[in-house]
């Protein structure tokens, strides 16, 4: 997959998260990526290859930021 994600942009992850939503919004990138739970707020950080592995889709761009 191209990367085609950036700061800021919605992604949407394989695998929900446990409450319930499986859309994210990246707010860190670098070696690490930061992303926050669209739902509940809860912020992951995974490496790049594991996050290119997890990622489904890129949504677009966040709103309001």
């Given at each position: 997959m191209k990367n085609n994600y950036k700061l800021g942009s919605l992604v949407v992850m394989k695998k929900a998260h446990p409450c319930g939503s499986n859309e994210w919004k990246i707010i860190?990138?670098?070696?690490?990526?930061?992303?926050?739970?669209?739902k509940c707020g809860r912020e992951v950080m995974l490496d790049r290859l594991e996050f290119e592995k997890k990622l489904k889709k890129v949504i677009g761009e966040a709103d309001g930021e």
């Open positions: 860190r990138m670098g070696v690490d990526i930061k992303i926050k739970c669209i």
